[in-house]
């Protein structure tokens, strides 16, 4: 579950799960064309893995961290103590910032935060009711593309300027869980 392709389209990392059904699994990095298959951490708690932008880092939530490992499998650097994020969305084109969902345990609140360290973290977008499901950095660092059970937003790094791109009642029988933008930033 969960596939990213690396930045240079060669790897993909995925979580494989050891039985059907589970959420967390083994981070698991191969070949674009499945080819050379090499689980990097043998503890099956990873989940939503995501490439740095230079491709040499992969970033997951594990529990209540996040860890970043190489394409070795060597933890680099690991935050703990996240209380109530639940996932990633993308790094910035630099790498320096990461976008992440952040949900208040039994509320039906959900937020879209920036951070830096993951130990403090700007909240730029609150809902109710209309959980986030995923979000992407745009190639340009000027928007983040993010998705509801609403439909597909967008929103400036800062906070400002919320918009709508696609709504999900306006599409028959539509239900989006995920967003992603092309590699040149043009979709």
């Known amino acids: 579950i ?3 392709i690396s930045p240079d389209g060669k790897k993909i990392a995925y979580i ?3 039985n059907s059904g589970q959420k967390k699994g083994f981070l698991t990095l191969s070949e674009i064309d499945g080819r050379k298959v090499k689980r990097l951490l043998d503890n099956p708690t990873a989940s939503d893995p995501v490439f740095s932008p230079d491709g040499t880092n992969i970033l ?3 529990g209540d961290a996040f860890q970043k490992v190489d394409l ?3 933890t ?4 703990f103590g996240i209380r109530d994020f639940d996932t990633i969305g993308s790094f910035n084109p630099t790498g ?3 976008v992440s969902f952040l949900k208040k345990p039994r509320r039906k609140t959900s937020r879209l935060c920036v951070t830096e360290n993951f130990e403090e973290y700007i909240e730029l977008y609150t809902t109710e009711d209309n959980p986030i499901r ?3 950095w745009s190639k340009d660092d000027m928007r983040i593309v993010f998705v509801t059970t609403n439909g597909i937003h967008s929103i400036s790094p800062d906070g400002g300027d919320v918009g709508d791109l696609l709504i999900s009642a306006e599409q028959e029988n539509m239900d989006i869980k995920s967003v992603d933008i092309s590699s040149n930033g043009t979709n």
């Open 16 to 18: 494989k799960l050891k």
């Open 134 to 136: 995923d979000a992407a």
């Open 60 to 62: 997951i939530t594990k």
């Open 96 to 98: 320096q910032k990461v």
């Open 72 to 74: 070795t499998g060597r």
């Open 76 to 79: 680099i650097d690991a935050y």
């Open 2 to 4: 969960s596939p990213t």
